[in-house]
């Protein structure tokens, strides 16, 4: 068994990581951590009850080198990296589910602050297995993608060939509540998200640059972004609507079918997707429409799994050696 760690595991990914890696047939769960430690994760979610008893570790990087082979930083920026430096010198794998080593060094201190792990980012992996699948597999630390920037890369990358450089991109994303972390906020009070829906952050959430930067790094052309998110009324799913100007003429859904022909977890649909069907799973599951040379996009994933914790484990599957769709969830939560 391949010993791994949960750092962070009080949040919401913390807890979706625990759920997908206790019954998964090659992880063993022997280290869990939080900032305070001393707790016992059933008393941090009292649905593991009778499920599992760990208790709560402080994050001690020699503590966790000792008992992990593998570890998933489910931190906050910033927090993320103070502690993966010191992992990855110790020769511990990790998967970072922060923003810490998903940007270039000047965009991530423009929207987030001074990085302290310079040598590392420099050669960590995107870890979007769908386009660096081999890069993952001989990574020691991969930076998971955002929930938006990873349900709109997987609708806008198949056609970065077809799009008409001189027009934007328009990206309509919305998510549920649990996307803003569990932190209580007025923004996610129940008075403020019940039977309500709105925007926040147009134009400037941190999620467009990482959208922007990875477009280019996958097709080298620049692409005018506009990235607009909303949060809507439910606990998990996420709708991202992409609109692009095409050059010419293409069948899309043929062109989408042929960019994905190999991906276990990208199903491409005839009917319009929706956050029910791939809430609780992996998938993502995309659509696409045509107007002439308008072409419509839609994408939706689970924001915690997809975007976050399952893809998390996609990637440390791939980093063990193992095949990516080992113990990740593929049944929706229906009804």
Known sequence: MIRVGVVGVSGYTGIELVKILLPHPNFEISFVATSKGGESLTSLHPSLKGVVELDARKSDPKEIA????LVFLALPHKAAMNIAKDLIDLNVKVVDLSADYRLELKTYEKFYCSHQDIKNLKHSVYGLPEIYKDEIKDANLVANPGCYPTASLLGILPFCDYIDEKSSIYIDA???VSGAGKSPSDVKHFVKVNENIFAYNPFGHR????IREKLKYVSNKEFDINFVPHLIPVT???????YVKLKSK???KKVLEEFYKDCE???VRDEPVEIKAT???NFCDLFVAQNGLNLFISSSIDNLLRGASSQAVVNANLMSDLNEGVGIPKIAYVP
Request: with cysteine.
């Open 207 to 210: 999620h467009s640059p990482e």
């Open 174 to 176: 919305k998510s549920g």
């Open 279 to 281: 809430s609780g799973t």
């Open 250 to 252: 293409i069948d899309a």
């Open 265 to 267: 977890f990208i199903r």
């Open 236 to 242: 998990r799913g996420m709708l991202v609507s992409i």
């Open 66 to 69: 000792s008992m992990c082979d």
